[in-house]
């Protein structure tokens, strides 16, 4: 039976190079802190993924505190930022990814944080204005997605970090579903601290990085050892953080290939308007990879099966949401008016690998489904 995968913004399939390197590099298990040669052996390759991350965003090595994913550098760059400032204000959006959402609406219950969430209403960006508006004289910290992991929406992170710097307020930005699909820059982008993860870019899960801006204080969430410069304790995952640094240096060519993936993303959501469904995002600013679409009276559940049984992999939210029934807060955040949105929507979202004719088995495969009657 034929397996056509549109759930990139989940994982990304482990790019067939980076792959093929891993295998050649063979098994490295020795732990890099050791001084012993095999030890240096795996030293060697966590710094020299270090660097090539680090050169894929134009940044420098030493500023990159490398973790087990997007998950930890998201929590480690809102919980240690805040760990020393009880009471203090945070500001963020209310479509934040829950790498990011939970660890500030946890501090929010115990007190320790204040919140104010930006309204994100039809998936348009607050406006910079509203930030500003947001902020107070106790505001520690601004997390802050650059690009929704539900709608794909492309939030102005340039204008919303320049606005936090005239404040002297931090800014956290998570950028894993940005990095492979936009070009970053450090040098340009002012912002305090920034999160990749390696399986968005083609690269194996168990990796990920946190950018962080010289000189920023970052208490360690794990604690135990002096790894990374004394900010994340612990023994690495080598083979993992070697295949993220090789498949950062493929990066330009992901980006290169977004125009394309953008043009099967409108062929492939045209189909699914005329199929009956609903866009969840406004057209405009966002990536080329998501889709994310509204089938009225039909369950999320029901219809991701029923398209899995068919051959299609897709999605009703985040990936981390996976088995629960709650409807996705972030189309509930979006779409207040309209609560059945969140119940009722499934992301597609493409990648580098996707083609025309995995496109049109998408659509017969959805045209398959929407034709029965609903569950």
């Known amino acids: ?75 480690l760059a809102v919980l240690a930022l805040l760990a020393s400032r009880p009471g203090a204000h945070v500001v963020t959006t209310e479509i934040e990814h829950p790498a990011v959402a939970e660890p500030i609406a946890q501090l929010e219950q115990i007190g320790r944080v204040r919140v104010t969430r930006l309204p994100v209403l039809h998936g348009r960006a607050p406006d910079p204005a509203q930030l500003l508006a947001a902020l107070e004289p106790d505001t520690a910290l601004c997390a802050l997605q650059w690009v ?48 990749l993860a390696s399986h968005k870019i083609g690269g194996p899960a168990g990796a990920g990085a946190l950018w962080v801006k010289r000189g920023l204080d970052v208490a360690p969430l794990v604690r135990g050892g002096g790894q990374e410069r004394g900010r994340r304790a612990g023994t690495p995952d080598v083979r993992s953080l070697a295949g993220f640094g090789l498949a950062s240096e493929l990066i330009a060519e992901r980006i290169a290939a977004m125009p394309r993936v953008a043009a099967l993303r409108d062929r492939l959501e045209a189909a699914l308007l005329e199929l009956g469904a609903r866009r969840n995002a406004p057209e405009g600013a966002r990536v080329a990879s998501a889709s994310n679409v509204y089938w009225p009276g039909r369950r999320s559940d029901v219809m991701v099966s029923a398209l899995d049984l068919e051959g299609l992999a897709v999605s ?29 929507s499934t992301r597609l979202s493409l990648g580098v690998e996707t083609s025309e004719t995995d496109v049109d088995f998408a659509v017969r495969c959805c045209a398959a489904v929407v034709a029965r009657p609903a569950v």
């Not at 298990?29 to 390759?45: D, K, M, Q, T």
């Not at 985040?318 to 949105?341: D, F, Q, T």
């Open 316 to 344: 009703a939210g985040a990936a981390c949401s996976s088995g629960k029934s709650e409807p996705s807060p972030v189309l509930r955040a979006v779409h207040p008016e309209e609560p059945a949105r969140s119940e009722a």
């Open 148 to 195: 929704n992991h539900e709608l794909g929406t492309l939030l102005p992170i340039a204008a919303y970090a320049e606005v936090c710097r005239s404040a002297g307020v931090p800014v956290f930005v998570d950028a894993t579903q940005t990095f492979g699909k936009l070009q970053i820059s450090m040098p340009t982008l002012d912002v305090d601290m920034l999160a």
């Open 1 to 75: 039976m034929r397996r056509v995968y549109l759930d990139h913004h989940a994982a990304t399939p482990l790019d067939p190079r980076v792959h093929a390197a891993l295998l050649e590099l063979g098994d490295h298990w020795a732990n890099p802190s050791s001084v012993h040669a095999e030890g240096r052996r795996s030293r060697a390759l966590i710094e020299r993924a270090r660097e090539q991350v680090a050169h894929a965003i134009g940044a420098q090595a030493p500023d990159l505190v490398l973790t087990s994913g997007g998950t930890e550098a998201c929590n």
